[in-house]
């Protein structure tokens, strides 16, 4: 897997948790996809992206977890749709 960036999380990280979103220190907004659920409290945690270009996906490390999750770009945008105002 290559590391396609690599910072810091702003803010309180709270964990993994499904089909939550992430900022990293750079704006950019990341869903996590997978069912993966774990506790974890830190402030401003180092985070890095690492792509698995042999199958396409995109993995969310931070500092402190026991694992990855696996994370698509996030328009923040969800949950608008036609006819939603």
């Known amino acids: ?5 690599e ?7 709270e964990g993994y948790a499904p089909g ?3 900022e990293l220190g750079d704006g950019s907004l990341w869903r996590q996809e997978d ?4 506790y974890v409290c830190r402030e401003q945690p180092k985070a890095k992206l690492l792509y698995d270009r ?3 996906v995109t993995y969310l ?8 999750v ?3 770009p ?7 749709s036609a006819g939603a105002f």
């Open 74 to 80: 996030d328009s923040g945008m969800r949950g608008l």
């Open 54 to 56: 042999s199958i396409n």
């Open 35 to 38: 069912r993966t659920s774990e």
């Open 20 to 22: 939550r979103v992430y």
């Open 7 to 13: 910072g810091r999380l702003p803010g309180m990280f």
């Open 1 to 5: 897997m290559e590391t396609t960036w």
């Open 61 to 68: 490390d931070v500092e402190g977890t026991s694992g990855v």
């Open 70 to 72: 696996a994370v698509v």
